[in-house]
């Protein structure tokens, strides 16, 4: 029988280390994934992922609801990411080329990503996309990224941030429309 995220945390917690390896087992590629869509490169998401569970492992005492641990390492992982954003402004986050990226992440994150087309798989389409997640401002790319890719609700964004789910609705809202400005722009200008 699968044990439940609680049920594992909670072994976690009281100072098992194959708990710890089961959690990383199962929310390494979830970290990657958020990681590579703020940062844009590989190099960087698996330092956050690498980060993240030292900073869970070194924080497991401030975990005091163990039903909100997917918040937990979600917040942790993001604010080492937006560190990193910092750390590096003014430098090129995207990769020029997404053919260098692995066919399974390509093929992730085209299928990901809501868009009016159809033609997810579209690389040039990919491209403008990322490239215009990466105009908008800091909380609503992480915003779009969290909830329209990744698939996380308002509820769980809010509870990652420590804001009202209204903010994430306000924010989830802008840039949605921001993208589609962007996004006709760059699309239909360029023809």
């Given at each position: ?185 760059r699309l239909f200008t360029k023809e």
């Open positions: 029988m699968d044990k439940t995220i609680p049920q594992i945390v909670e072994q976690f917690l009281n100072g098992s280390e194959a708990a710890f390896t089961e959690l990383v087992h199962r929310y390494q590629r979830k970290i990657y994934s958020v990681a590579f869509q703020i940062l844009g490169n590989h190099l960087d998401a698996d330092e956050v992922v690498q980060e993240t569970f030292v900073r869970v492992y070194n924080k497991r005492k401030d975990l005091q609801n163990v039903k909100y641990f997917t918040s937990f390492i979600l917040r942790i992982a993001t604010n080492y990411s937006i560190d990193l954003l910092r750390k590096r402004k003014g430098h090129t986050a995207l990769t020029d080329d997404s053919t260098s990226l692995p066919g399974h992440i390509q093929l992730t994150l085209s299928a990901k990503v809501a868009t009016p087309s159809e033609n997810l798989k579209n690389k040039r389409l990919m491209q403008e996309i990322l490239k215009a997640l990466e105009l908008l401002p800091t909380k609503q790319r992480l915003t779009a990224i969290l909830h329209d890719i990744e698939g996380f609700t308002k509820a769980e964004i809010a509870e990652t941030f420590g804001c009202p789910e209204a903010t994430v609705r306000s924010n989830l809202h802008i840039a949605r429309n921001k993208l589609k400005k962007i996004l006709k722009q």
